[in-house]
């Protein structure tokens, strides 16, 4: 993680604060009790938050690259950046792991069980919400090195094709469902690739998109009002996209309408064209947005489940226990790392 950030660039760090923030609400409201209709459609664009959060480390890290002249150059900068990613998950899947193996219940274990969690550790991820560092980091990856070796027809091709057939294992598994033999990629991928939003399927195609806007980015910058008005009409495509699905096939989410992409794209567009003065909170935003997402599932599921889940039987205290012993706990850390150096290799 650089320690400056280029003006034009602050409003990334903003909205990337802004979706871990998002994201973590969804989850805290979508797991303890009911909340109002309004605002359960509201929490459930995490899915845009999410999918933006991938699609901004992309134009960043392809904008650093083009001024990179060499492949090998190229490349150690992306394996910089895939093992920081990779580190940080190693380091909390430590909590993760420990906490996993202390539910276990030994008296009955077995060895296709343990096989089994190992196999969901090393492929899928050590605990639910983290999958989206080890999809970053074998995806910036993968996504390097497809754009090293094919034209930009191909990357955009594959790209699409990866979509598609992750959106029919998930938002539209409806669809994927009546495709003979679908039923076996759909296991296959889960059990090996990550699932629909793994590193192949979702961290891919929206890298590839964020490298697109990354190689468009001076014609674009100026043209905040189009880009809002296309991010705008995006989302609200989008989200009917998502109620038509809900009417013919059920809940299935928003996470990869097939529109997602596109409403993703508009919108960095439009957060490029918003000119803020740089300042140090910028980096803070940066930081807390890597802590937010992986230190979550510690006051949302570890500490509840190992306490008990009756602390959480008041709304008002969970909030607060939850979602504020997150944002808390991930400021402490920020805090810290000044003086504790090595607390800065867990964001």
């Known amino acids: 993680m650089t320690k400056t950030v280029k003006p034009q660039y602050g409003m990334l760090d903003i909205a990337k604060f802004l979706c871990a923030l998002l994201i973590l609400f969804y989850h805290f409201f979508s797991e303890n009790g009911s909340v109002p209709a309004i605002l359960e459609e509201a929490l459930s664009t995490y899915a845009i938050a999410v999918a933006l959060f991938m699609t901004i480390s992309g134009f960043l890290l392809f904008r650093k690259l083009e001024s990179v002249p060499t492949r090998q150059e190229r490349w150690q900068v992306v394996r910089k950046q895939a093992w920081r990613t990779l580190r940080i998950y190693l380091l909390w899947s430590?909590?993760?792991?420990?906490?996993?193996?202390?539910?276990?219940?030994?008296?009955?274990?077995?060895?296709?069980?343990?096989?089994?969690?190992?196999?969901?550790?090393?492929?899928?991820?050590?605990?639910?919400?983290?999958?989206?560092?080890?999809?970053?980091?074998?995806?910036?990856?993968?996504?390097f090195w497809l754009t090293e070796l094919l034209p930009k027809w191909a990357q955009a091709v594959l790209g699409a094709v990866l979509y598609?057939?992750?959106?029919?294992?998930?938002?539209y598994k409806g669809v994927g469902a009546m495709i003979p033999g679908y039923a076996a990629v759909t296991d296959f991928a889960g059990m090996w690739?990550?699932?629909?939003?793994?590193?192949?399927?979702?961290?891919?195609?929206?890298?590839?998109?964020?490298?697109?806007?990354?190689?468009?980015?001076?014609?674009?910058?100026?043209?905040?009002?189009?880009?809002?008005?296309?991010?705008?009409?995006?989302?609200?495509?989008?989200?009917?996209?998502?109620?038509?699905?809900?009417?013919?096939?059920?809940?299935?989410g928003i996470d990869m309408t097939l529109l997602m992409p596109a409403t993703v794209f508009c919108i960095l567009n439009f957060l490029l064209c918003i000119q803020i003065p740089q300042g140090a909170y910028q980096l803070w935003m940066r930081k807390m947005s890597v802590l937010i997402f992986v230190t979550q599932r510690i006051f949302l599921s570890v500490i509840p489940k190992l306490v008990g889940e009756s602390m959480l039987?008041?709304?008002?205290?969970?909030?607060?226990?939850?979602?504020?012993?997150?944002?808390?706990?991930?400021?402490?850390?920020?805090?810290?790392?000044?003086?504790?150096?090595?607390?800065?290799?867990l964001y």
């Open 164 to 171: 598609i057939a992750g959106a029919l294992m998930l938002t």
């Open 193 to 252: 690739l990550g699932g629909a939003r793994g590193w192949l399927l979702y961290a891919i195609p929206l890298l590839l998109v964020g490298r697109l806007v990354a190689q468009k980015e001076e014609k674009a910058n100026q043209r905040w009002g189009l880009w809002l008005i296309l991010s705008v009409a995006c989302v609200a495509v989008l989200l009917a996209e998502a109620l038509t699905l809900r009417h013919f096939f059920g809940s299935t």
């Open 313 to 345: 039987a008041n709304g008002y205290f969970a909030f607060l226990f939850c979602v504020g012993g997150t944002i808390a706990f991930s400021a402490a850390i920020v805090f810290f790392s000044r003086k504790v150096k090595l607390l800065k290799l």
């Open 94 to 143: 430590i909590v993760y792991i420990a906490y996993n193996i202390s539910r276990w219940d030994f008296a009955n274990l077995t060895v296709i069980f343990v096989l089994r969690q190992l196999q969901m550790w090393v492929f899928s991820s050590t605990f639910y919400t983290i999958w989206f560092m080890p999809a970053l980091a074998i995806g910036v990856v993968a996504t």
